[in-house]
Structures are given as C-alpha cells and as structure tokens.
C-alpha cells in the first residue's frame, strides 16, 4: 500500500490547516491510518489513529481536543484537521498504515509515505 501526505504549509499560531492522506495499492477500507510527526533530532511521534471504518479514533495527550481526524472511503483519504495550532505542532506530518488495528505504537506501522511540512509561526 502507498500513501502521501499532502496539506503542510505556514500558518501563524492560532489558525488551522487540514492534511490529507492519499492511500491507494490495496484495499482502503481495510486499513487502520494513523499520523505521526518529527522534528529534527527527535523520534517519530504518535499524533492520531483512526480504525478502518472510521468508528474509533485515538489521539495523542498534546493534541485531543484540537485536532480531528477522520476517513472518506469512497475517496480513499485519511484528514487531519488541525486547529488552535501551536509553535510547538511545527513538525513534518507522515500518514502511515499498520499491520493491525490503529495503534499509537510507531513499529507496528508498516507502509510509510512522504511527509509534509507544517510551519507555525509565533
């Protein structure tokens, strides 16, 4: 299964931005999504997951409540919206699928894409 992430960019502290995840190879429908985030010189960090229908969603501490993120499996996308954006959410965003349900565990996902930018500013 291939994915892209898509949506980065720089807003000022505050606002939002939405990503997508472009998933296609295999069957959409049977795959949990998750995102993650990294900054330089930092690991890879669990930032949200979402089960294969869209039913059960999981989040990280540092975001619940200010992101959300969901499916549409007619398009074969994964969103993330981020809102009330913080300096500290500045990170590279990677959509990914793991091999079960949708875990917060970065080594249980498998299929990576490319990243992409997101920029807050202060």
């Known amino acids: 299964v291939q994915l892209q992430a898509f949506g980065g960019g720089l807003v000022q502290a505050g606002g939002s931005l939405r990503l997508a995840c472009a998933v296609s190879g295999r069957t959409f429908i049977n795959y949990a999504v998750g995102w993650f985030r990294q900054t330089p010189g930092k690991e890879r960090e669990f930032v949200a997951a979402i089960n294969w229908s869209g039913s059960f969603t999981r989040y990280a501490d540092s975001v619940k409540g200010r992101f959300t993120i969901s499916r549409d499996n007619a398009k074969n996308t994964v969103y993330l919206q981020m809102n009330s954006l913080r300096p500290e959410d500045t990170a590279v965003y990677y959509c990914?699928?793991?091999?079960?349900?949708?875990?917060?565990?970065?080594?249980?996902?498998?299929?990576w894409g490319h990243g992409t930018l997101v920029t807050v500013s202060s």
């Open positions: 990914s699928a793991p091999s079960g349900g949708p875990t917060a565990t970065v080594r249980l996902y498998n299929y």
